[in-house]
Protein backbone atom coordinates (compact mmCIF):
# COMPACT_ATOMS: atom_id res chain seq x y z
CA UNK A 1 0.00 0.00 0.00
CA UNK A 2 1.66 3.06 -1.47
CA UNK A 3 -0.72 5.58 0.20
CA UNK A 4 -0.24 7.45 3.83
CA UNK A 5 -3.80 7.58 4.21
CA UNK A 6 -6.21 5.27 2.39
CA UNK A 7 -9.72 4.99 3.32
CA UNK A 8 -11.68 2.46 1.87
CA UNK A 9 -15.68 1.95 1.50
CA UNK A 10 -16.21 4.05 4.17
CA UNK A 11 -19.74 4.69 5.24
CA UNK A 12 -21.46 6.77 7.72
CA UNK A 13 -25.01 7.76 8.62
CA UNK A 14 -26.67 9.97 11.13
CA UNK A 15 -30.08 8.00 11.76
CA UNK A 16 -31.42 7.43 8.26
CA UNK A 17 -29.69 9.72 6.34
CA UNK A 18 -25.83 8.53 4.79
CA UNK A 19 -23.22 11.52 5.38
CA UNK A 20 -20.48 9.63 3.70
CA UNK A 21 -21.83 6.79 1.45
CA UNK A 22 -18.63 4.43 0.69
CA UNK A 23 -15.68 6.16 0.12
CA UNK A 24 -12.39 5.30 -1.49
CA UNK A 25 -9.64 8.51 -0.87
CA UNK A 26 -5.76 7.51 -0.90
CA UNK A 27 -3.35 10.69 0.06
CA UNK A 28 0.13 9.74 -1.07
CA UNK A 29 2.80 10.96 1.53
CA UNK A 30 3.91 14.32 1.56
CA UNK A 31 0.59 15.27 -0.37
CA UNK A 32 -1.29 18.37 0.70
CA UNK A 33 -5.21 17.42 -0.03
CA UNK A 34 -8.00 19.61 0.11
CA UNK A 35 -11.69 17.83 0.64
CA UNK A 36 -13.89 20.43 -1.13
CA UNK A 37 -17.25 20.92 -0.98
CA UNK A 38 -20.89 22.11 0.05
CA UNK A 39 -22.09 22.14 3.86
CA UNK A 40 -23.22 18.72 4.47
CA UNK A 41 -21.69 16.95 1.46
CA UNK A 42 -19.59 14.69 4.03
CA UNK A 43 -16.17 16.70 3.90
CA UNK A 44 -15.63 17.16 7.85
CA UNK A 45 -17.16 13.97 8.57
CA UNK A 46 -14.98 12.63 6.44
CA UNK A 47 -11.86 14.46 8.36
CA UNK A 48 -13.24 13.41 11.72
CA UNK A 49 -13.19 9.83 10.75
CA UNK A 50 -9.77 10.09 10.02
CA UNK A 51 -9.03 11.72 12.67
CA UNK A 52 -10.81 8.92 14.86
CA UNK A 53 -13.05 11.55 16.75
CA UNK A 54 -15.95 9.52 14.87
CA UNK A 55 -16.31 5.64 14.37
CA UNK A 56 -17.46 4.96 11.28
CA UNK A 57 -20.47 2.41 10.09
CA UNK A 58 -18.64 0.39 7.35
CA UNK A 59 -15.28 0.61 5.63
CA UNK A 60 -11.93 0.79 7.08
CA UNK A 61 -9.20 3.55 7.57
CA UNK A 62 -5.33 2.92 7.35
CA UNK A 63 -2.58 5.65 8.07
CA UNK A 64 1.17 4.95 7.31
CA UNK A 65 -0.12 1.32 6.02
CA UNK A 66 -1.27 0.32 9.38
CA UNK A 67 -5.46 -0.42 9.63
CA UNK A 68 -6.31 2.38 12.20
CA UNK A 69 -10.39 1.91 11.79
CA UNK A 70 -10.87 0.93 15.44
CA UNK A 71 -8.00 2.80 16.87
CA UNK A 72 -8.79 5.68 19.63
CA UNK A 73 -7.66 9.44 18.29
CA UNK A 74 -5.24 9.83 21.35
CA UNK A 75 -2.54 6.45 19.35
CA UNK A 76 -3.49 8.18 16.07
CA UNK A 77 -0.95 10.51 16.11
CA UNK A 78 -2.85 13.09 13.96
CA UNK A 79 -2.57 16.58 14.35
CA UNK A 80 -5.81 18.75 14.14
CA UNK A 81 -6.22 22.19 13.77
CA UNK A 82 -10.00 22.78 14.23
CA UNK A 83 -12.06 25.93 13.11
CA UNK A 84 -12.51 27.35 16.53
CA UNK A 85 -8.79 26.70 16.90
CA UNK A 86 -9.94 25.07 20.21
CA UNK A 87 -7.16 26.66 21.87
CA UNK A 88 -6.75 25.78 26.17
CA UNK A 89 -8.06 28.60 27.48
CA UNK A 90 -6.60 28.18 30.99
CA UNK A 91 -2.89 27.75 29.48
CA UNK A 92 -0.47 29.70 28.30
CA UNK A 93 0.76 29.95 24.45
CA UNK A 94 3.60 27.67 25.43
CA UNK A 95 1.41 25.66 27.94
CA UNK A 96 -0.99 24.86 24.40
CA UNK A 97 1.99 23.77 22.20
CA UNK A 98 3.62 21.51 24.74
CA UNK A 99 0.41 20.26 25.91
CA UNK A 100 0.91 17.41 23.36
CA UNK A 101 4.63 16.63 24.32
CA UNK A 102 4.20 16.38 27.90
CA UNK A 103 2.37 13.38 28.10
CA UNK A 104 5.06 12.08 26.06
CA UNK A 105 7.38 11.45 29.10
CA UNK A 106 9.89 14.04 27.78
CA UNK A 107 12.33 16.28 30.10
CA UNK A 108 11.58 19.54 30.75
CA UNK A 109 14.37 20.94 28.63
CA UNK A 110 13.42 19.10 25.73
CA UNK A 111 9.85 20.06 26.20
CA UNK A 112 11.02 23.80 26.25
CA UNK A 113 13.02 23.24 23.10
CA UNK A 114 10.77 22.13 20.73
CA UNK A 115 7.74 24.17 22.23
CA UNK A 116 10.44 27.27 21.07
CA UNK A 117 10.78 25.51 17.68
CA UNK A 118 7.16 24.69 17.09
CA UNK A 119 6.65 28.68 17.36
CA UNK A 120 9.47 29.55 15.43
CA UNK A 121 8.03 27.55 13.03
CA UNK A 122 5.08 30.23 13.00
CA UNK A 123 7.02 32.91 13.64
CA UNK A 124 5.40 32.83 17.53
CA UNK A 125 8.41 32.59 19.40
CA UNK A 126 8.07 35.54 21.51
CA UNK A 127 4.85 34.88 22.44
CA UNK A 128 5.38 31.88 25.01
CA UNK A 129 4.04 33.44 27.99
CA UNK A 130 0.83 34.96 26.86
CA UNK A 131 -2.25 33.83 27.99
CA UNK A 132 -3.96 32.62 24.31
CA UNK A 133 -7.10 35.03 25.02
CA UNK A 134 -4.71 37.73 24.58
CA UNK A 135 -3.90 36.68 21.03
CA UNK A 136 -5.63 38.21 17.73
CA UNK A 137 -7.58 35.25 15.34
CA UNK A 138 -4.63 35.44 12.94
CA UNK A 139 -1.82 34.46 16.43
CA UNK A 140 -4.54 32.04 17.65
CA UNK A 141 -4.74 30.10 14.08
CA UNK A 142 -0.75 29.93 14.08
CA UNK A 143 -0.81 28.68 18.10
CA UNK A 144 -3.09 25.99 17.14
CA UNK A 145 -1.16 25.35 14.30
CA UNK A 146 2.33 24.90 15.99
CA UNK A 147 0.61 23.05 18.94
CA UNK A 148 -0.42 20.48 16.24
CA UNK A 149 3.14 20.47 14.69
CA UNK A 150 4.79 20.26 17.61
CA UNK A 151 3.93 16.48 18.41
CA UNK A 152 5.34 15.78 14.86
CA UNK A 153 2.47 13.92 14.01
CA UNK A 154 1.77 11.53 10.83
CA UNK A 155 -0.52 13.40 9.07
CA UNK A 156 -1.94 17.11 9.57
CA UNK A 157 -5.93 17.27 9.34
CA UNK A 158 -7.35 21.36 9.18
CA UNK A 159 -10.98 21.51 9.74
CA UNK A 160 -12.13 25.27 7.91
CA UNK A 161 -8.98 26.38 9.34
CA UNK A 162 -8.60 29.97 8.09
CA UNK A 163 -12.43 30.27 7.75
CA UNK A 164 -12.78 32.18 10.60
CA UNK A 165 -9.53 34.81 9.50
CA UNK A 166 -10.68 38.18 7.66
CA UNK A 167 -9.54 37.82 3.48
CA UNK A 168 -6.14 39.52 3.05
CA UNK A 169 -4.95 37.39 6.10
CA UNK A 170 -6.28 33.87 5.08
CA UNK A 171 -4.64 34.61 1.64
CA UNK A 172 -1.49 35.25 2.89
CA UNK A 173 -1.81 32.30 5.46
CA UNK A 174 -2.91 30.06 2.69
CA UNK A 175 0.62 30.64 0.96
CA UNK A 176 2.53 30.50 3.73
CA UNK A 177 0.87 27.73 5.05
CA UNK A 178 1.28 25.59 1.54
CA UNK A 179 5.06 26.76 1.70
CA UNK A 180 5.70 25.93 5.59
CA UNK A 181 3.64 22.38 4.97
CA UNK A 182 5.56 21.66 1.66
CA UNK A 183 9.17 22.54 3.24
CA UNK A 184 8.39 19.92 6.54
CA UNK A 185 7.49 17.40 3.63
CA UNK A 186 4.08 16.65 5.62
CA UNK A 187 1.10 15.01 4.62
CA UNK A 188 -2.09 16.99 5.08
CA UNK A 189 -5.96 16.71 4.63
CA UNK A 190 -7.77 20.28 4.64
CA UNK A 191 -11.48 20.56 4.58
CA UNK A 192 -13.04 23.82 2.85
CA UNK A 193 -15.60 25.15 0.78
CA UNK A 194 -13.58 28.01 -0.16
CA UNK A 195 -12.60 26.70 -3.89
CA UNK A 196 -10.11 29.58 -4.36
CA UNK A 197 -8.23 28.24 -1.09
CA UNK A 198 -8.85 24.40 -2.79
CA UNK A 199 -6.74 25.97 -5.79
CA UNK A 200 -4.32 27.46 -4.02
CA UNK A 201 -2.97 25.03 -0.96
CA UNK A 202 -2.96 21.76 -2.42
CA UNK A 203 -1.63 19.05 -4.46
CA UNK A 204 -5.09 17.14 -5.18
CA UNK A 205 -8.53 18.26 -4.75
CA UNK A 206 -11.29 16.26 -3.50
CA UNK A 207 -14.67 17.52 -4.77
CA UNK A 208 -17.23 16.04 -2.50
CA UNK A 209 -20.96 16.05 -3.25
CA UNK A 210 -23.69 14.27 -0.88
CA UNK A 211 -21.61 12.30 1.07
CA UNK A 212 -19.28 10.71 -2.30
CA UNK A 213 -16.10 11.64 -4.20
CA UNK A 214 -16.88 13.33 -7.67
CA UNK A 215 -13.55 13.87 -8.93
CA UNK A 216 -9.86 13.67 -6.95
CA UNK A 217 -7.87 15.46 -9.57
CA UNK A 218 -4.64 17.95 -9.59
CA UNK A 219 -6.62 21.59 -9.17
CA UNK A 220 -4.96 22.07 -12.92
CA UNK A 221 -6.92 19.13 -13.62
CA UNK A 222 -9.93 19.92 -12.13
CA UNK A 223 -10.53 23.43 -13.70
CA UNK A 224 -9.92 22.20 -17.16
CA UNK A 225 -11.72 18.67 -17.54
CA UNK A 226 -14.42 18.50 -14.73
CA UNK A 227 -16.07 15.07 -15.07
CA UNK A 228 -19.35 16.11 -13.60
CA UNK A 229 -21.63 19.19 -13.71
CA UNK A 230 -21.49 19.39 -9.92
CA UNK A 231 -17.79 19.78 -9.94
CA UNK A 232 -17.35 22.09 -12.82
CA UNK A 233 -20.06 24.98 -11.10
CA UNK A 234 -18.24 24.02 -7.63
CA UNK A 235 -14.74 24.96 -8.97
CA UNK A 236 -14.86 28.22 -11.07
CA UNK A 237 -18.07 29.33 -13.46
CA UNK A 238 -20.00 27.63 -15.58
CA UNK A 239 -21.28 28.78 -19.05
CA UNK A 240 -24.23 26.69 -19.77
CA UNK A 241 -26.29 25.44 -22.91
CA UNK A 242 -28.71 22.56 -22.67
CA UNK A 243 -30.14 20.63 -25.56
CA UNK A 244 -30.63 16.68 -27.33
CA UNK A 245 -27.39 14.94 -28.13
CA UNK A 246 -27.60 14.72 -32.16
CA UNK A 247 -24.59 12.44 -32.70
CA UNK A 248 -21.59 10.80 -31.24
CA UNK A 249 -18.30 12.21 -33.28
CA UNK A 250 -15.04 10.71 -32.56
CA UNK A 251 -14.68 11.40 -28.43
CA UNK A 252 -17.02 14.10 -29.02
CA UNK A 253 -21.03 14.60 -29.35
CA UNK A 254 -22.77 16.93 -31.09
CA UNK A 255 -25.78 18.73 -29.61
CA UNK A 256 -28.57 20.24 -30.80
CA UNK A 257 -29.50 23.77 -28.45
CA UNK A 258 -32.21 26.41 -29.01
CA UNK A 259 -28.77 28.64 -29.99
CA UNK A 260 -27.55 26.16 -32.76
CA UNK A 261 -25.34 22.63 -32.91
CA UNK A 262 -22.56 22.61 -30.88
CA UNK A 263 -19.66 20.40 -30.26
CA UNK A 264 -18.56 19.28 -26.82
CA UNK A 265 -15.70 17.00 -25.20
CA UNK A 266 -17.80 13.48 -23.54
CA UNK A 267 -19.37 10.68 -24.71
CA UNK A 268 -23.28 10.45 -24.09
CA UNK A 269 -25.93 8.52 -26.41
CA UNK A 270 -28.27 10.42 -29.61
CA UNK A 271 -31.34 11.42 -28.08
CA UNK A 272 -30.14 12.12 -24.31
CA UNK A 273 -30.83 14.88 -22.58
CA UNK A 274 -27.30 17.03 -22.40
CA UNK A 275 -25.75 20.51 -20.60
CA UNK A 276 -22.84 21.52 -22.62
CA UNK A 277 -20.46 23.76 -20.44
CA UNK A 278 -17.66 25.80 -20.67
CA UNK A 279 -15.49 28.72 -19.00
CA UNK A 280 -16.32 32.11 -19.64
CA UNK A 281 -12.76 32.94 -20.52
CA UNK A 282 -12.78 30.25 -22.74
CA UNK A 283 -15.24 32.59 -24.44
CA UNK A 284 -14.20 35.05 -27.33
CA UNK A 285 -16.37 37.68 -28.79
CA UNK A 286 -16.33 37.32 -32.41
CA UNK A 287 -16.73 34.04 -34.58
CA UNK A 288 -12.82 33.58 -34.38
CA UNK A 289 -10.85 30.99 -36.77
CA UNK A 290 -10.89 27.33 -37.48
CA UNK A 291 -13.58 24.67 -37.80
CA UNK A 292 -13.50 23.27 -34.43
CA UNK A 293 -15.27 26.14 -32.76
CA UNK A 294 -18.77 26.94 -31.29
CA UNK A 295 -20.55 29.76 -32.27
CA UNK A 296 -23.73 31.55 -31.12
CA UNK A 297 -25.03 34.69 -30.75
CA UNK A 298 -26.82 36.84 -28.16
CA UNK A 299 -27.59 39.93 -26.53
CA UNK A 300 -25.50 41.95 -24.11
CA UNK A 301 -27.03 42.52 -20.64
CA UNK A 302 -24.46 44.27 -18.11
CA UNK A 303 -20.83 44.23 -18.66
CA UNK A 304 -19.05 44.67 -15.26
CA UNK A 305 -15.30 46.25 -15.66
CA UNK A 306 -12.95 44.54 -12.90
CA UNK A 307 -9.59 45.91 -13.78
CA UNK A 308 -7.44 43.14 -15.07
CA UNK A 309 -10.42 41.54 -16.43
CA UNK A 310 -14.10 42.18 -18.00
CA UNK A 311 -17.05 39.81 -16.75
CA UNK A 312 -20.01 40.56 -19.39
CA UNK A 313 -23.07 38.73 -19.33
CA UNK A 314 -24.91 37.76 -22.18
CA UNK A 315 -28.33 36.85 -22.83
CA UNK A 316 -28.71 33.63 -25.46
CA UNK A 317 -31.65 32.48 -24.83
CA UNK A 318 -31.20 30.13 -22.53
CA UNK A 319 -32.71 31.61 -19.37
CA UNK A 320 -30.39 32.66 -17.57
CA UNK A 321 -27.31 35.04 -17.44
CA UNK A 322 -23.86 32.87 -20.01
CA UNK A 323 -20.85 34.33 -18.56
CA UNK A 324 -18.11 35.52 -20.62
CA UNK A 325 -15.07 36.80 -19.10
CA UNK A 326 -12.30 39.05 -21.48
CA UNK A 327 -9.04 40.07 -20.59
CA UNK A 328 -8.16 43.80 -21.74
CA UNK A 329 -10.17 46.80 -22.46
CA UNK A 330 -10.44 46.96 -26.14
CA UNK A 331 -13.54 46.63 -27.83
CA UNK A 332 -15.64 46.41 -24.69
CA UNK A 333 -19.00 45.66 -25.94
CA UNK A 334 -22.27 47.98 -24.41
CA UNK A 335 -25.21 46.62 -23.21
CA UNK A 336 -28.04 45.98 -25.85
CA UNK A 337 -25.41 45.16 -28.18
CA UNK A 338 -26.24 41.96 -30.38
CA UNK A 339 -22.32 39.90 -29.85
CA UNK A 340 -21.60 36.56 -31.63
CA UNK A 341 -19.78 34.62 -29.11
CA UNK A 342 -16.91 31.37 -30.69
CA UNK A 343 -15.00 28.61 -28.35
CA UNK A 344 -12.98 25.98 -28.66
CA UNK A 345 -14.68 23.06 -28.85
CA UNK A 346 -11.59 21.45 -26.98
CA UNK A 347 -12.77 23.31 -24.28
CA UNK A 348 -16.25 22.24 -24.12
CA UNK A 349 -17.79 19.83 -22.00
CA UNK A 350 -21.36 17.89 -22.40
CA UNK A 351 -22.97 15.88 -18.88
CA UNK A 352 -25.99 14.07 -18.81
CA UNK A 353 -28.81 16.78 -17.91
CA UNK A 354 -30.03 15.21 -14.56
CA UNK A 355 -33.00 18.16 -14.80
CA UNK A 356 -34.30 16.49 -17.84
CA UNK A 357 -33.78 13.05 -16.71
CA UNK A 358 -35.71 13.30 -13.46
CA UNK B 1 -33.01 77.37 10.88
CA UNK B 2 -29.28 76.01 10.54
CA UNK B 3 -28.59 77.04 14.01
CA UNK B 4 -31.67 75.35 15.63
CA UNK B 5 -30.87 72.27 13.63
CA UNK B 6 -27.50 72.19 15.01
CA UNK B 7 -28.84 72.86 18.56
CA UNK B 8 -31.31 70.17 17.89
CA UNK B 9 -29.01 67.63 16.74
CA UNK B 10 -26.46 68.98 19.54
CA UNK B 11 -29.23 67.84 22.17
CA UNK B 12 -29.66 64.74 22.12
CA UNK B 13 -26.34 63.62 22.06
CA UNK B 14 -25.63 65.70 25.43
CA UNK B 15 -29.37 64.17 27.10
CA UNK B 16 -27.53 60.71 26.05
CA UNK B 17 -24.31 61.16 27.65
CA UNK B 18 -24.99 62.56 30.71
CA UNK B 19 -27.25 59.38 32.01
CA UNK B 20 -24.69 57.07 30.24
CA UNK B 21 -22.13 58.41 32.92
CA UNK B 22 -24.28 57.16 35.85
CA UNK B 23 -25.59 54.54 34.13
CA UNK B 24 -24.24 52.07 36.42
CA UNK B 25 -24.85 53.86 39.79
CA UNK B 26 -28.82 54.20 38.79
CA UNK B 27 -29.24 50.98 37.96
CA UNK B 28 -27.40 49.83 41.41
CA UNK B 29 -29.11 51.89 43.33
CA UNK B 30 -32.38 50.60 44.55
CA UNK B 31 -30.37 47.21 45.45
CA UNK B 32 -28.02 49.04 47.13
CA UNK B 33 -30.61 51.20 49.04
CA UNK B 34 -32.68 47.69 49.96
CA UNK B 35 -28.91 45.50 51.39
CA UNK B 36 -28.16 48.88 52.94
CA UNK B 37 -31.61 49.92 54.84
CA UNK B 38 -32.64 45.63 55.18
CA UNK B 39 -29.30 44.29 55.78
CA UNK B 40 -25.81 46.98 56.27
CA UNK B 41 -27.64 48.42 58.82
CA UNK B 42 -29.36 45.38 61.07
CA UNK B 43 -25.85 43.64 60.55
CA UNK B 44 -24.19 46.71 61.98
CA UNK B 45 -26.01 46.75 64.89
CA UNK B 46 -26.34 43.30 65.34
CA UNK B 47 -22.02 43.39 65.23
CA UNK B 48 -22.06 45.75 67.68
CA UNK B 49 -24.18 44.49 70.21
CA UNK B 50 -22.15 41.10 69.98
CA UNK B 51 -19.40 43.62 72.21
CA UNK B 52 -21.81 44.79 74.32
CA UNK B 53 -21.03 43.30 78.64
CA UNK B 54 -22.51 44.09 81.75
CA UNK B 55 -20.09 46.97 81.60
CA UNK B 56 -19.78 48.98 78.18
CA UNK B 57 -17.77 47.68 75.27
CA UNK B 58 -16.00 43.67 75.96
CA UNK B 59 -15.18 40.57 74.33
CA UNK B 60 -17.07 38.48 76.90
CA UNK B 61 -19.59 36.78 74.53
CA UNK B 62 -16.61 35.53 72.15
CA UNK B 63 -15.29 34.28 75.03
CA UNK B 64 -18.07 32.44 76.64
CA UNK B 65 -18.20 30.60 72.90
CA UNK B 66 -14.24 30.13 72.31
CA UNK B 67 -13.18 29.91 75.53
CA UNK B 68 -15.46 27.30 76.64
CA UNK B 69 -15.69 23.57 75.75
CA UNK B 70 -18.86 23.50 74.92
CA UNK B 71 -19.02 26.67 73.59
CA UNK B 72 -16.36 25.60 70.83
CA UNK B 73 -18.14 21.92 70.38
CA UNK B 74 -20.76 24.54 68.69
CA UNK B 75 -18.56 25.77 66.42
CA UNK B 76 -17.16 22.78 65.51
CA UNK B 77 -20.69 21.20 65.25
CA UNK B 78 -21.37 23.50 62.57
CA UNK B 79 -17.98 23.74 60.65
CA UNK B 80 -18.53 19.47 60.65
CA UNK B 81 -21.97 19.40 59.17
CA UNK B 82 -20.85 22.30 56.59
CA UNK B 83 -17.87 20.43 55.64
CA UNK B 84 -19.39 16.81 55.24
CA UNK B 85 -22.32 18.11 53.75
CA UNK B 86 -20.03 20.55 51.51
CA UNK B 87 -17.76 17.08 50.42
CA UNK B 88 -20.58 14.30 49.86
CA UNK B 89 -22.48 17.27 47.98
CA UNK B 90 -19.42 17.77 45.59
CA UNK B 91 -18.35 14.11 45.10
CA UNK B 92 -22.22 13.57 44.58
CA UNK B 93 -22.73 15.89 42.19
CA UNK B 94 -20.02 16.84 40.58
CA UNK B 95 -20.94 13.51 38.42
CA UNK B 96 -23.58 14.82 38.40
CA UNK B 97 -23.64 18.08 37.05
CA UNK B 98 -21.70 16.46 33.70
CA UNK B 99 -24.48 14.02 33.53
CA UNK B 100 -27.05 16.73 33.50
CA UNK B 101 -24.50 18.70 30.57
CA UNK B 102 -24.15 15.60 28.71
CA UNK B 103 -27.93 14.85 28.64
CA UNK B 104 -29.81 15.56 26.09
CA UNK B 105 -33.90 15.87 24.70
CA UNK B 106 -36.44 14.61 27.53
CA UNK B 107 -33.78 13.31 29.90
CA UNK B 108 -32.37 17.10 30.20
CA UNK B 109 -35.84 18.31 30.84
CA UNK B 110 -35.97 15.20 33.62
CA UNK B 111 -32.57 15.98 35.32
CA UNK B 112 -33.27 19.74 35.61
CA UNK B 113 -36.90 19.45 36.97
CA UNK B 114 -35.73 17.05 39.43
CA UNK B 115 -32.97 19.73 40.73
CA UNK B 116 -35.52 22.79 40.40
CA UNK B 117 -38.64 21.16 41.84
CA UNK B 118 -37.52 20.44 45.47
CA UNK B 119 -36.19 24.14 45.57
CA UNK B 120 -39.91 24.98 45.01
CA UNK B 121 -40.57 23.06 48.58
CA UNK B 122 -40.06 24.54 51.82
CA UNK B 123 -36.63 23.24 53.74
CA UNK B 124 -38.87 23.10 56.92
CA UNK B 125 -41.32 20.61 54.51
CA UNK B 126 -38.55 18.31 53.42
CA UNK B 127 -36.49 18.16 56.57
CA UNK B 128 -39.91 16.86 57.96
CA UNK B 129 -40.10 14.59 54.84
CA UNK B 130 -36.59 13.00 55.52
CA UNK B 131 -37.75 12.40 59.87
CA UNK B 132 -40.64 10.77 58.52
CA UNK B 133 -38.55 8.49 56.31
CA UNK B 134 -35.92 7.96 58.74
CA UNK B 135 -38.31 7.14 62.16
CA UNK B 136 -38.20 3.76 63.27
CA UNK B 137 -40.90 3.17 61.48
CA UNK B 138 -40.16 4.93 58.95
CA UNK B 139 -40.06 3.99 54.88
CA UNK B 140 -36.18 3.22 54.82
CA UNK B 141 -36.47 0.95 58.62
CA UNK B 142 -39.62 -0.95 56.97
CA UNK B 143 -37.42 -1.48 53.47
CA UNK B 144 -34.64 -2.84 55.26
CA UNK B 145 -36.40 -5.57 57.23
CA UNK B 146 -38.68 -6.59 54.99
CA UNK B 147 -35.43 -7.15 52.75
CA UNK B 148 -34.42 -8.80 56.05
CA UNK B 149 -31.17 -6.94 56.17
CA UNK B 150 -31.98 -5.82 59.72
CA UNK B 151 -34.76 -7.85 62.22
CA UNK B 152 -35.16 -4.65 64.30
CA UNK B 153 -36.02 -0.86 63.44
CA UNK B 154 -32.43 0.75 63.59
CA UNK B 155 -31.85 4.03 65.21
CA UNK B 156 -32.09 6.55 62.01
CA UNK B 157 -33.45 9.89 63.25
CA UNK B 158 -31.96 11.94 65.55
CA UNK B 159 -28.49 10.20 64.25
CA UNK B 160 -25.52 11.50 62.13
CA UNK B 161 -26.68 9.46 59.19
CA UNK B 162 -30.19 11.15 59.34
CA UNK B 163 -28.85 14.87 59.39
CA UNK B 164 -25.94 14.39 56.61
CA UNK B 165 -27.83 12.75 54.64
CA UNK B 166 -30.81 15.43 55.05
CA UNK B 167 -28.44 17.99 54.49
CA UNK B 168 -26.79 16.74 51.44
CA UNK B 169 -30.01 16.09 49.65
CA UNK B 170 -31.47 20.03 50.28
CA UNK B 171 -28.61 21.73 49.29
CA UNK B 172 -27.35 19.67 46.55
CA UNK B 173 -28.80 21.44 43.98
CA UNK B 174 -26.84 24.49 45.25
CA UNK B 175 -23.37 22.35 44.13
CA UNK B 176 -24.64 21.26 40.97
CA UNK B 177 -26.22 24.12 39.26
CA UNK B 178 -23.14 26.14 39.78
CA UNK B 179 -20.87 23.16 38.34
CA UNK B 180 -23.09 22.40 35.41
CA UNK B 181 -23.54 26.00 34.35
CA UNK B 182 -19.54 26.58 33.46
CA UNK B 183 -18.88 22.76 32.09
CA UNK B 184 -21.71 23.16 29.84
CA UNK B 185 -19.63 26.27 28.50
CA UNK B 186 -16.84 24.23 27.92
CA UNK B 187 -16.14 23.54 24.34
CA UNK B 188 -16.56 19.58 23.65
CA UNK B 189 -13.61 20.43 21.04
CA UNK B 190 -10.84 21.20 23.89
CA UNK B 191 -11.20 17.46 24.73
CA UNK B 192 -11.07 16.33 21.04
CA UNK B 193 -8.11 18.74 20.91
CA UNK B 194 -6.50 17.13 23.70
CA UNK B 195 -7.26 13.76 22.08
CA UNK B 196 -5.77 14.52 19.09
CA UNK B 197 -2.60 15.37 20.59
CA UNK B 198 -1.96 11.95 22.22
CA UNK B 199 -4.18 12.81 25.69
CA UNK B 200 -5.75 9.11 27.05
CA UNK B 201 -9.51 10.10 28.05
CA UNK B 202 -8.49 10.61 32.00
CA UNK B 203 -5.33 12.75 31.04
CA UNK B 204 -8.02 15.04 28.91
CA UNK B 205 -10.03 15.12 31.89
CA UNK B 206 -7.36 16.13 34.56
CA UNK B 207 -5.55 18.56 32.47
CA UNK B 208 -8.44 20.35 30.58
CA UNK B 209 -12.22 19.42 31.79
CA UNK B 210 -10.79 19.71 35.82
CA UNK B 211 -9.20 22.91 35.57
CA UNK B 212 -11.91 24.87 33.74
CA UNK B 213 -14.44 23.59 35.60
CA UNK B 214 -12.93 25.09 38.87
CA UNK B 215 -15.14 28.31 38.96
CA UNK B 216 -17.97 26.03 38.89
CA UNK B 217 -16.67 24.04 41.79
CA UNK B 218 -15.43 27.21 43.44
CA UNK B 219 -19.18 28.72 43.45
CA UNK B 220 -20.98 25.42 44.19
CA UNK B 221 -18.71 25.00 47.81
CA UNK B 222 -19.10 28.49 48.22
CA UNK B 223 -22.79 28.43 48.32
CA UNK B 224 -23.04 25.04 49.89
CA UNK B 225 -20.70 25.07 52.50
CA UNK B 226 -22.51 28.96 53.81
CA UNK B 227 -25.73 27.68 53.61
CA UNK B 228 -25.20 24.27 55.50
CA UNK B 229 -22.68 25.81 58.05
CA UNK B 230 -25.52 27.93 59.32
CA UNK B 231 -28.22 25.54 58.55
CA UNK B 232 -30.85 25.87 61.41
CA UNK B 233 -34.02 23.78 60.19
CA UNK B 234 -32.03 20.86 59.04
CA UNK B 235 -30.47 19.99 62.29
CA UNK B 236 -33.45 21.05 64.57
CA UNK B 237 -35.88 18.65 62.79
CA UNK B 238 -33.39 15.97 61.85
CA UNK B 239 -30.87 16.08 65.27
CA UNK B 240 -32.69 18.36 67.48
CA UNK B 241 -31.14 18.82 71.10
CA UNK B 242 -28.23 16.46 70.73
CA UNK B 243 -26.55 18.85 68.22
CA UNK B 244 -26.00 22.42 68.69
CA UNK B 245 -25.07 24.20 66.26
CA UNK B 246 -24.32 28.07 66.16
CA UNK B 247 -27.23 28.36 64.34
CA UNK B 248 -29.74 26.71 66.95
CA UNK B 249 -27.90 28.48 69.21
CA UNK B 250 -28.59 31.90 67.92
CA UNK B 251 -31.80 31.19 67.89
CA UNK B 252 -31.81 29.76 71.83
CA UNK B 253 -29.75 33.22 72.67
CA UNK B 254 -32.20 35.45 71.13
CA UNK B 255 -35.71 33.77 71.95
CA UNK B 256 -34.92 31.80 75.21
CA UNK B 257 -31.93 33.22 76.97
CA UNK B 258 -32.69 36.75 76.00
CA UNK B 259 -28.94 37.20 75.80
CA UNK B 260 -28.36 39.02 72.56
CA UNK B 261 -24.61 39.10 72.83
CA UNK B 262 -24.26 35.44 73.00
CA UNK B 263 -26.65 35.65 69.73
CA UNK B 264 -24.66 38.46 68.16
CA UNK B 265 -21.51 36.68 68.83
CA UNK B 266 -22.46 33.44 67.13
CA UNK B 267 -23.81 35.13 64.05
CA UNK B 268 -20.38 36.82 63.63
CA UNK B 269 -18.57 33.66 64.22
CA UNK B 270 -20.61 32.26 61.69
CA UNK B 271 -20.24 34.69 59.08
CA UNK B 272 -16.50 34.62 59.75
CA UNK B 273 -16.46 30.98 58.92
CA UNK B 274 -18.97 31.43 56.06
CA UNK B 275 -16.46 34.23 54.72
CA UNK B 276 -13.42 32.06 55.21
CA UNK B 277 -14.64 29.60 53.07
CA UNK B 278 -15.80 31.43 50.47
CA UNK B 279 -12.41 33.87 50.28
CA UNK B 280 -10.43 30.52 50.51
CA UNK B 281 -12.13 28.58 47.70
CA UNK B 282 -11.99 31.71 45.63
CA UNK B 283 -8.15 32.14 46.11
CA UNK B 284 -7.97 28.25 45.17
CA UNK B 285 -9.70 28.83 42.28
CA UNK B 286 -7.82 31.71 41.29
CA UNK B 287 -4.50 30.34 41.60
CA UNK B 288 -5.46 27.14 39.76
CA UNK B 289 -6.67 29.01 36.81
CA UNK B 290 -3.80 31.02 36.45
CA UNK B 291 -1.28 28.29 36.20
Keep these: ?358 | MSRALEDGAALPRLAFRAPQLSAGVLLALPAAIVLLALYAIPLARLMASSFVGPSGLSFQAYGRILGDAYGRSLVWNSVRLGALTTMIALAVGYPAAFGLAFARGALRSLFLASLFLPLAASVIVKSFAWSTLMRSHGVVNEALMSLHLTSAPIRLLFTQVSLISGSVNIFLPFMILPIYSVIAQIDPRLTEAAATLGASPVRAFLRVVLPLSLPGVVAGVSLVFSLSVSAYVVPTLLMGESYPTLATTIARAFLLLRDPALGSAAGAILMALGLAVVVASHRFGEKSAGQ
Design chain 1, 1 to 358: MNAHVATTNLSKRFGAAAVLDRVDLAVERGALVTLLGPSGCGKTTLLRLIAGLMAPDEGSIAIGGFDVTRTPPHKRNVGVVFQSYALFPHLTVAGNVGFGLQGKGLGRAEIAVKVQRALALVQMEHFGDRPVRALSGGQQQRVALARALAVEPSVLLFDEALSALDRNLRETMQVELRRLLKDLGATAVFVTHDQDEALTMSDKVAVMNAGRIEQFDEPVRLYERPRSLFATRFVGVSSELRGTVAARDGGRVRVDTPQGQVLAEGDLPAGAAAVVSTRPENIAIGAGDGPDRNRIEGRVRRVTFQGSRTRIAVDVGAGGDFMVEIGGIFALPAPGDVVMLSWAASRSFVFADARQAA
